[in-house]
């Protein structure tokens, strides 16, 4: 006796091999063989034999004979919903009753939405966009029609701001609101009714992404058709320091996916501030996650121009990332923490170290070992060849020693494990170096076409790291080798670009640029779908992302 819901949870989620609620149990067909065994077991079928049982309690006895067979059986938390089995009349009088003083739809609608989430989508998206993913639910509608539905939104969006028009800009904006609410309704639907995937995940993650960035470039071209203003460089900005603020995160979580630490002193002031009511908010808007940075967008494009959404933009996510990554430090240096092998693969992996950072690696394992901690030697090369980039001219031959120079450190930074308190620092300098340089050297190409061009190679490199961790996330490891051989690496990357930089006039450097950008997106795109529809198609384990970081 009980709630459908209950049932639900605990029968149909497809992300659990096997799983039970009181009276009932499930198993997928990856399953299958514990179940079999656990009847066996319980009912003493196949021995001769046969175990005085009740009816109502067999379910009970094969979900603990399958957890003792080394399964894992997952139990949902019900909350107030119920699934019980009654022994008598006075039993199944009160699981009637609660049954009845508790609303299971109402329990289904308000699980359906994040419990950690921001303050602009708990408090003016999830109020109603839970209705929408129960409409979608109703009329047979999918997750993954929903996210692409939003992606398509938001380009419209994009070009709606491309028009460089008034109106335009004000379309854009209540677009992208538009496109946030699906973004919002599809992982709401799958919740509701329970329809993850692997696939799903991915798509939800990457459009995210690609909807941002999308939208940006939108900005750029709207700025140049309305005004003949180049905010290309602000647009690519603006990509840049979003991009490295997700390795962030990323880096730091799969550091400390499963570390074994005494408790930091940082983390526990966090716990203890989030206890209080109104810190939990201010903490939660002040690192500028999707939903407020997405109304910020979408505010400043209706009633101001593209650079100065651009610069609040810049302003607000600079100081987002400064909060995060000195949080991040802090809980580092006050944490004694091990590492383990599967944490120092999964940074290694979002490395991207190519054939010649490989190479050097090597090295340092050898003759050129230097006790010198990997991030000082990630940010000292990065440093240089941005800084070298930023402070020559166009042309310059310095900036390609400063690139071989980074070629030489981004090795050595990976010539040991990533296992030390601040390894997970090194692949966020790797790509802030990379995608800097492509930055300032398009920049001071000064010819039209350039900065345009750096932002497509940079969008195709992003997606690679992004399409890296969403693999790491599902536990399917890195992308192949050969993928990071052909694509070089970002040592590699940064050195083409930078001797194409010095070899050639500004307008071949614009062309080699889009050429590199369309070669490596090729590439990427080509294996990335591949790899997640193949995975789909085989069953691979059913996972849900809960979206950005909050």
């Known amino acids: ?53 009740t009816v109502e309690a067999i379910a009970d006895h094969v979900a603990e004979a399958i957890e003792a067979g080394g399964r894992a059986l997952h139990r949902p938390d019900l909350g107030t919903l119920v699934a019980t089995v009654a022994r008598d009349p006075q039993a199944r009088n009160e699981a009637r009753q609660a049954v009845a003083a508790v609303d299971d739809e109402a329990v289904r609608l308000r699980t359906a939405v994040k419990s950690r ?71 709401q639907l799958a919740r509701y009714s329970l329809q993850y995937s692997t696939l799903g995940a991915w798509l939800d993650a990457t459009f995210d992404r690609a909807k941002e960035y999308a939208y940006y470039a939108g900005l750029a071209l709207g700025a ?104 991040r430090v802090l809980r580092s240096l006050t944490r004694r923490a091990t590492r383990t092998d599967r944490a120092a693969q999964a940074l290694a992996d979002l490395a991207d170290s190519g054939p010649l950072a490989s190479a050097f690696a090597a090295l340092g394992r ?27 001219s166009y042309g310059s031959p310095w900036v390609v020693v400063a690139a071989v120079v980074y070629v030489i450190t981004s090795g050595l930074a990976v010539a040991r494990p990533l296992k030390g308190t601040l390894d997970w620092l090194v692949p966020p300098f790797f790509r802030a170096a990379e995608y800097g340089t492509i930055l300032l050297l398009a920049a001071k190409a000064d010819v039209n076409g350039a900065l345009p061009a750096a932002f497509g190679l940079v969008s195709a490199v992003a997606y690679h790291h992004y ?63 591949r790899y997640w529809v193949t995975a789909h198609k085989r069953g691979a384990p059913a996972v849900h992302d809960e979206g950005e970081p909050a």
């Open 117 to 187: 989430d921001g303050f602009f989508t708990t408090y003016c998206i999830s109020p109603y966009s839970r209705y929408i993913a129960r409409w979608c639910a109703r009329r047979g509608l999918t997750p993954n029609q929903v996210t692409t539905a939003s992606l398509l939104v938001a380009l419209i969006a994009a070009g709606s701001a491309a028009t460089g028009t008034r109106a335009g800009f004000v379309a854009a904006g209540l677009l992208l609101l538009f496109s946030f609410v699906l973004d919002c309704t599809d992982g």
């Open 366 to 392: 050898g003759r050129l070992s230097l006790p010198v901690p990997a991030p000082a030697l990630a940010f000292v090369g990065g440093a240089v060849v941005v800084c070298v980039a930023g402070l020559t």
């Open 467 to 529: 399409d890296t961790v969403y693999r790491i996330r599902g536990d399917a490891g890195a992308p192949p080798h050969w993928l990071v051989r052909a694509i070089v690496g970002h040592e590699g990357r940064t050195l083409v670009v930078a001797v194409a930089a010095a070899l050639l006039t500004d307008t071949d450097f614009t062309v080699a640029l889009t050429a590199l950008a369309v070669a490596v997106a090729l590439v990427v795109l080509v294996e990335s779908i």
């Open 224 to 327: 140049a058709n309305a005004t003949g203003d180049d905010v290309w460089a602000l647009a690519l900005g603006a990509m840049v320091l979003q991009t490295s603020r997700h390795v962030v995160d990323f880096s730091f979580n799969e550091a400390n996916h499963d570390a074994t630490a005494n408790t930091s002193p940082t983390a526990a002031l966090s716990d203890k501030l989030d206890s209080v009511g109104w810190t939990v908010w201010l903490r939660r808007m002040i690192v500028l996650p999707i939903g407020e940075r997405w109304a910020l967008i979408a505010v400043l494009t209706a009633v101001t121009t593209p650079r100065i959404t651009l610069i609040v933009l810049l302003i607000g996510c600079g100081l987002a990332a400064c909060y995060t990554t000195a949080g």
């Open 1 to 53: 006796m009980g709630h459908v819901h209950a049932l639900r949870l605990g029968l149909t989620d497809p992300r659990f091999a096997a799983s039970a609620v009181p009276g009932a149990v499930s198993a997928r067909p990856e399953a299958r063989a514990d179940l079999t065994h656990a009847l066996r077991a319980t009912t003493g079928s196949g021995n001769g034999g046969g175990s005085a049982l």
